[in-house]
C-alpha cells in the first residue's frame, strides 16, 4: 500500500452562461481529451474512472450513463459515480488508490445549470419536511448567513464587494472564468447579498488525473501530492448550527493536517462572497496566503464541477512551480453544510 | 446544420413520506395551533424537533410545547419571492428562536420593507386559515410586541387523528435543449429520414446519435443517412398495455438494425401477426401525417437476413 497519491494533471471548460448547443457528453469531451493528453494516457491506461454531477441541475435522468460515452466504456472499465461535486469523485478515487486497486484514476464531473433555475433546483436537497415545502433558495439561506456575520460584526457590505472584487479581479488571469474584471456590485437579490456578491450561474466541467507513487512521476514534471484529505458534515437543521462558523471545515482541516504547517495558496469554494470569510477564519487563513488566485467559485461556478476545479487549480499551481503548499477546499448543502479539505504539496525543486 | 432546438420541460413528482413519532406530533400540533420541541439529554429544547439527538445521536422523544412567539436570530430581505415560497409580496426570511426553544426554525416574515426587520426583533406565528397538518401550516411569522405567551410545559403528544404522512409536491422547471447531434437527428426526422452519425476512429455509425463514440470516446460529427429499410435484430411481446398507450396487446417491441447502422435502435413491428414476427426479419418505416417519428416499423416482404449480417448488432 502506498500512500504517495498525486493530481498529475487538470483540465477545464470555458465555463459559460448557456451552452445549448452541446450535450453533456459534448461539453464533457474535449476535457476529458485534453487531461488525457497532458499524460499521454489513454482511456484503457486508466485503473479507476469516478464522476460527479447531478441529474436535478439539467432534468435528465441518469445523465451520467450517457456521459460515460465521452470516456469510451468499451472494453469494460472500472468505473463509479458520486451524485455531488466531482471533489468527492476525487476522493473516492484517492482511497481506491491506496487501497492499491488502481494506480491511476481519471476523476471529471460536470454540471449544466442553464436549463433549469438553479435556485429553485438547489431547496431539493433540503430536509423535505420543514424546509423543502418552503422553497427557501440557495441565495435565501446564504443571506440569512451573512446578516448572521453582520451581526457578530465580522464583516459589513463594503468589505463582502471587496472579497468579490479582488476573486474578480484575480479571475482576470483566468482565461476559463466566466465572470472577471470589474462586475458591478448590482442590486439585492436576497438582502444583504448583492448580485456580485453571488456566483454566476453557468456551465461547465473538469477533470484531473491522479497516479501514485514513481507513476504519478513519470507523468508529471512536478505532481501535486495528496498529502491529506477529510471531509465532514453538519447538523441538517440550519437553526442549530452557528451559521457564522463552519466547524466542518475546521475540523476537515484539522484531519487533513493543514494545521501542521503553513499553507501558501488555499483555494476555497465559496459561491457567497460571505462564505469566503466564514472559510477564512475556520482555516485560520491570513493574508500570507494567497486565495483563490483563479477567482474562485465567484469568477465561474458551475455546480458539480466547481469543487474539482478548486483541486485542480491548487494542483495546476503547484505543477506550474506558483505554489509548494496548497489548500484546497469544497463544499456542498446550504451555508456550507458539508466541506471537503486537500492539502497539496510539491516536492522541493532541485 | 439546423437551428437548435429547445422546449420546456417540467419534472414533477409528488413526493410522499411518512413521519415518525416526533415530526407526526410536531406536524400534527402546527394543525391544532400547536408548536411542539423535543427535549435533548442535555436539557435543550430544539424547534422544530428531530428523533435523534444532532451531537449524541441519542432517540429523543421528550416533547414540550413551546411559545408561538419569537426572537428573529438572523434574517434576509426577499425582494422578489419565487414560487411556492411562503408569500408572494416581498418578505423576509427568518430564522426564529420561539420562546422556550434554544434553537431556530426557518419561516417567512410578513413586514413592509427591510428598515421594519432586524435581528433581536419579537415575532408571532401567524396561522393558515386551513392546516392539514404540514410547515405551511405556519403561513408566516409577523411582528408582534406583546407579552411572551406561556410555554415550557411537558407535552404527550397525543392529539386526535394524528397526521402520519405528509405529500411534498415538487415541480422544477427546465428548457430542454437536446444539443447539436440529437437536434440534427430529430431535424431529419421531420423530413422522415433517419440520419445518424459515424465515429472518425473505428467508423461505426451510431443511430440516434448523442455526438460522441461509447468505444473511442471521441466526437462523432460525420452524418450518415441510413435505412430507410433495417432488420430484426431481436424482438419482445408486449402483453401488458401500458397508461394511456392507444395500441392493443400483444404487440412486438423490435430492436432494429437499419441498413447502415452500427448500432439497432428501438420500434414496434406491426403489419402482420405478433406471433410471426422473428429474427432476421426485414423491416421498413411506417410514417403517420404529421408524425416526428417512424409510427412503426411493417415486413418488407424481403428475404430474411443471413444470421451473420446483424449477429454484431444484437
Known amino acids: ?350 | 446544420m439546423p437551428e437548435l432546438l429547445s422546449a420546456p420541460l417540467v419534472v414533477e413528482f409528488p413526493f410522499t413520506r411518512s413521519l415518525g413519532p416526533v415530526q407526526s406530533a410536531f406536524l400534527t400540533g402546527l394543525r391544532e395551533r400547536t408548536v411542539l420541541g423535543v427535549r435533548t439529554e442535555d436539557g435543550r429544547v430544539l424547534v422544530p424537533p428531530v428523533e435523534y439527538d444532532p451531537v449524541t445521536a441519542e432517540e429523543i422523544r421528550d416533547l414540550v410545547e413551546v411559545g408561538s412567539c419569537g426572537t428573529v436570530t438572523t434574517w434576509a430581505w426577499n425582494p422578489a419571492p419565487r414560487r411556492g415560497q411562503p408569500l408572494s409580496e416581498p418578505f423576509a426570511w427568518v430564522l426564529v428562536r420561539l420562546d422556550g426553544a434554544d434553537t431556530s426554525l426557518l419561516h417567512a416574515l410578513d413586514a413592509p420593507g427591510p428598515e421594519a426587520v432586524r435581528t433581536g426583533m419579537r415575532v408571532r406565528v401567524r396561522w393558515a386559515g386551513e392546516r392539514t397538518g404540514a410547515i405551511t401550516d405556519i403561513a408566516c411569522f409577523e411582528p408582534y410586541d406583546g407579552e411572551p405567551e406561556v410555554h415550557g410545559t411537558e407535552h404527550d403528544g397525543q392529539f386526535d387523528d394524528a397526521v402520519t404522512g405528509i405529500v411534498a409536491p415538487a415541480r422544477l422547471d427546465y428548457v430542454y435543449s437536446p444539443g447539436r447531434a440529437q437536434t440534427a437527428h430529430i431535424a431529419a426526422l421531420a423530413d422522415h429520414r433517419t440520419v445518424g452519425e459515424r465515429c472518425p476512429s473505428c467508423h461505426k455509425v451510431y443511430v440516434p446519435p448523442r455526438g460522441a463514440c461509447p468505444t473511442c470516446g471521441v466526437a462523432t460529427t460525420d452524418r450518415v443517412e441510413v435505412g430507410p429499410r433495417g432488420t430484426v435484430t431481436t424482438y419482445c411481446i408486449v402483453n401488458i398495455k401500458a397508461k394511456n398507450l392507444d395500441i392493443e396487446v400483444p404487440y412486438v417491441y423490435a430492436h432494429i438494425a437499419l441498413d447502415g447502422a452500427d448500432l439497432a435502435l428501438h420500434g414496434r413491428i406491426a403489419g402482420m401477426p405478433y406471433d410471426q414476427v422473428r429474427m432476421g426479419l426485414r423491416v421498413e418505416p411506417v410514417w403517420k401525417p404529421g408524425g416526428r417519428h417512424p409510427d412503426h416499423y411493417r415486413p418488407t416482404g424481403e428475404p430474411d437476413a443471413d444470421y451473420d449480417t446483424y449477429k454484431e448488432l444484437l
Request: one cysteine or more; a negative charge.
Open chain 1, 1 to 350: 500500500m502506498t500512500h504517495d497519491v498525486a493530481i498529475v494533471a487538470f483540465a477545464q471548460t470555458d465555463h459559460r452562461r448557456r451552452s445549448d448547443d452541446l450535450s453533456e457528453v459534448e461539453m464533457l469531451m474535449p476535457v476529458l481529451h485534453e487531461v488525457l493528453a497532458h499524460t499521454g494516457l489513454k482511456t484503457g491506461d486508466i485503473g479507476f474512472t469516478c464522476s460527479g454531477s447531478s441529474d436535478y441541475l439539467a432534468g435528465r435522468a441518469f445523465s451520467f450513463t450517457m456521459a460515460l460515452d465521452g470516456v469510451g466504456a468499451w472494453p469494460p472499465i472500472s468505473e463509479s459515480h458520486v451524485e455531488m461535486d466531482g471533489a468527492w469523485a476525487l476522493y473516492e478515487a484517492w482511497v481506491k488508490i491506496l487501497t492499491g486497486e488502481a494506480d491511476t484514476a481519471l476523476v471529471y464531473s460536470y454540471g449544466k445549470s442553464s436549463p433549469g433555475q438553479v435556485r429553485d433546483v438547489l431547496t431539493r436537497q433540503l430536509d423535505p419536511y420543514y424546509l423543502a415545502p418552503l422553497w427557501p433558495d440557495s441565495v435565501a439561506l446564504a443571506a440569512l448567513q451573512a446578516q448572521a456575520l453582520i451581526d457578530a460584526g465580522s464583516v459589513d457590505e463594503p468589505e463582502l464587494a471587496a472579497v468579490a472584487a479582488r476573486n474578480r479581479d484575480d479571475a482576470r488571469t483566468n482565461p476559463h472564468a466566466q465572470l472577471s474584471g470589474s462586475v458591478p456590485q448590482g442590486e439585492y437579490i436576497v438582502q444583504p447579498l448583492r448580485a456580485g456578491d453571488c456566483s454566476p450561474i453557468g456551465d461547465g466541467a473538469a477533470a484531473v488525473i491522479l497516479a501514485a507513487g514513481d507513476r504519478a512521476r513519470d507523468l508529471c514534471e512536478r505532481p501535486a501530492w495528496i498529502r491529506g484529505m477529510d471531509h465532514r458534515i453538519e447538523a441538517h437543521s440550519l437553526g442549530v448550527r452557528d451559521l457564522t462558523d463552519s466547524p466542518s471545515t475546521r475540523l476537515a482541516a484539522q484531519r487533513a493536517g493543514v494545521f501542521e504547517r503553513p499553507v501558501d495558496t488555499a483555494e476555497l469554494h465559496a459561491p457567497f462572497s460571505s462564505q469566503e470569510v466564514v472559510l477564512r477564519r475556520a482555516l485560520d487563513l491570513d493574508d500570507s496566503v494567497r486565495v483563490n488566485p483563479s477567482g474562485g467559485a465567484l469568477a465561474a461556478n458551475p455546480v458539480m464541477a466547481t469543487g474539482l476545479v478548486r483541486l485542480g487549480e491548487a494542483a495546476a499551481r503547484i505543477h506550474r512551480g506558483e505554489s509548494d503548499r496548497a489548500l484546497a477546499h469544497a463544499t456542498s448543502g446550504p451555508c456550507l453544510q458539508q466541506n471537503l479539505v486537500a492539502v497539496l504539496e510539491g516536492e522541493d525543486r532541485a
